[in-house]
């Protein structure tokens, strides 16, 4: 079973940082937090861990709010790397560290992103020297980002990734970097959460685009910088005119 647990160092609010260690077997676990417990001690971080002991009950539980995750190459229902490739076809910004025994499983680590291998027992020293890099150039997802699941997995999408949005059947489908899929929300659900970013207007009755993306407007079409066209209701026209020239206003 998946264990969860906080590791506070001050009372004053600060950033809690998720960090999420896979292992099959506990101890190897149960010595990583002590470990990172003390780095925690030696910073003034906020850990919050979570537990999971093979590569399914990750994939099963995973969060997209992670910020670090630890993971054992060697699992028997599921290994580390296809763990991770799994992981990275949406996650690409979890730190991601590999536990191993076995150093010739190290480069094979790396095309999955990985911020580096850790030899099994980990030693304080070395562990400290990678979360120091690790920590010098990250401060915690604070990017705003709309987060779903669907049938093909978890997503956390960035809003300064986020193109557009449609109307699908009864659903919605997000446009974002090279990927399309559908979120189990109505329209109106969505807009409600867009709208609620500057950057989102309301086009038409089936469209909600990012103004960050269009490059010109042609009768009643807009031309985004991907080349895709959206279609602008008569209905919403002037709204969206008086937006979309504010938005550029502000962009000069």
């Not at 499983?105 to 120091?132: C, F, I, Q, S, T």
């Not at 990017?143 to 990734?161: L, Q, R, T, W």
């Not at 807009?191 to 609620?196: I, K, N, Q, R, Y």
């Not at 103004?211 to 026209?237: C, F, G, H, W």
Request: charged letters at 30%; proline letters at 3%; a neutral charge.
């Amino acid at each position: 079973m998946r264990t969860e647990t906080t590791f506070h160092i001050k009372k004053e609010r600060t950033t809690v940082y998720k960090i999420a260690i896979c292992d099959d077997e506990q101890t190897p676990i149960s010595e990583l937090k002590k470990t990172l417990k003390k780095y925690a001690d030696e910073t003034g971080k906020t850990f919050c861990f979570f537990e999971f002991h093979d590569g399914t009950e990750l994939l099963e539980n995973y969060r997209p709010d992670f910020d670090l995750l630890f993971m054992d190459i060697r699992m028997e229902k599921l290994n580390g790397l296809k763990t991770a490739e799994e992981i990275r076809k949406t996650d690409n910004e979890v730190g991601l560290f590999f536990l191993t025994s076995l150093s010739q499983y190290v480069w094979k680590g790396y095309e999955y992103g990985a911020v580096n291998y850790l030899l099994k027992p980990v030693k304080y020293p070395r562990l400290k020297m990678e979360l120091d890099r690790f920590f010098s150039h990250y401060q915690g997802r604070n990017e705003p980002y709309i987060s779903f699941s669907n049938a093909a997995g978890k997503f956390k999408v960035p809003y300064k990734d986020l193109r557009y949005a449609e109307t699908f059947r009864r659903n919605v489908l997000l446009h974002f970097q090279n990927q399309e899929q559908v979120i189990y929300k109505n329209m109106k659900e969505i807009a409600s959460v867009l709208e609620s970013q500057r950057q989102f207007v309301r086009c038409h009755a089936s469209f909600i685009v990012n103004m960050a993306y269009i490059k010109s407007m042609e009768n009643l079409e807009v031309y985004l910088t991907t080349d895709e066209r959206i279609p602008v209701s008569q209905p919403k026209r002037k709204e969206f005119m008086e937006k979309l020239t504010d938005y550029w206003g502000d962009m000069l």
